[in-house]
């Protein structure tokens, strides 16, 4: 399938790995030149160069905290007209009430929340007036499963979730779809971090973790090209009716009614 990608620009945040590496190599392959935003200016400089090698792209390393004044607006100057913006970046902590003190809650909420509405703010505008664009909010699946033991991160991606319908309802009037994707566990270090702190928590040994893997459906987590495939295909014209709503890639975890 041509998905008409090849020579679209793209702007992925939190590309320094995970989801985020993927993303970068799947649009890469697809023949995308890419703007590649993280803190760690030496993995993104390193993703570049395999990349450009790789698929003849041009990749440009950001390496930037999202959550500095005046980083953001420096950024859409840096990387001028773009078609494709995803929002990726940020780790919203795990953990109750108690756990996740309000100093915690704001950092989290600070990339992951803040740094969406922000960026799409400022990105909007410059898509609309060059005549379209895609923006595609990569959230978590925690906005749909109200789980108290990641209070922070389930109301950030559920407000994320509403923000992302509120700007798609109406983006296509500006020829600019707005779409979110929810992922579940992805086999990537995040989630094997919270699986040993919830084994910790509940089992009283963090290396028993891979006993709550196996209630995951089909017993792992998603590979990551489970979630980057679909999200590529969302930024491509073959989805180009599809706005303001969202995406849930968890193996039906959401339907389960738990994240575990």
């Not at 023949?31 to 935003?37: E, K, Q, T």
């Not at 609309?128 to 906005?143: C, D, E, H, L, Q």
């Not at 407000?159 to 566990?185: C, E, K, Q, W």
Request: overall charge neutral.
């Amino acid at each position: 399938m041509d998905l008409k990608l090849t020579g679209k620009t793209v702007l992925i945040t939190g590309a320094s790995q995970g989801i985020g590496e993927g993303l970068a190599r799947a649009f890469a392959e697809e023949g995308c030149n890419l703007h590649v935003v993280a803190r760690s200016g030496d993995r993104l400089a390193a993703l570049a160069q395999a990349l450009t090698a790789a698929h003849g792209v041009s990749v440009t390393p950001h390496a930037l905290d999202l959550t500095q004044a005046g980083a953001i607006d420096g950024l859409v100057e840096a990387v001028g007209d773009i078609d494709i913006l995803v929002n990726n970046a940020g780790v919203i902590p795990s953990g109750s009430l108690w756990d996740v003190d309000e100093a915690k809650w704001r950092a989290g909420w600070e990339l992951k929340v803040f740094g969406y509405i922000n960026l799409t703010r400022a990105i909007y505008p410059r898509m609309k007036a060059r005549g379209g664009g895609v923006i595609i909010n990569n959230i978590g699946n925690g906005g749909e499963v109200f789980d108290p033991a990641y209070v922070a991160g389930t109301t950030g991606n559920a407000s994320l979730m509403a923000f992302t319908r509120a700007m798609g309802g109406h983006s296509l009037d500006d020829n600019i779809r707005v779409v979110g994707v929810n992922p579940g566990p992805v086999d990537t270090d995040r989630i094997y971090n919270m699986l040993k702190k919830r084994a910790a928590d509940w089992l009283g040994d963090a290396d028993r973790y891979k006993e709550l893997q196996t209630r995951y459906p089909l017993g792992r987590p998603a590979h990551v090209h489970e979630v980057t495939d679909l999200i590529v295909f969302l930024a491509s014209y073959r989805s180009g009716y599809t706005s303001g709503t969202i995406f849930t890639v968890d193996g039906g975890i959401a339907s389960r009614r738990s994240v575990i």
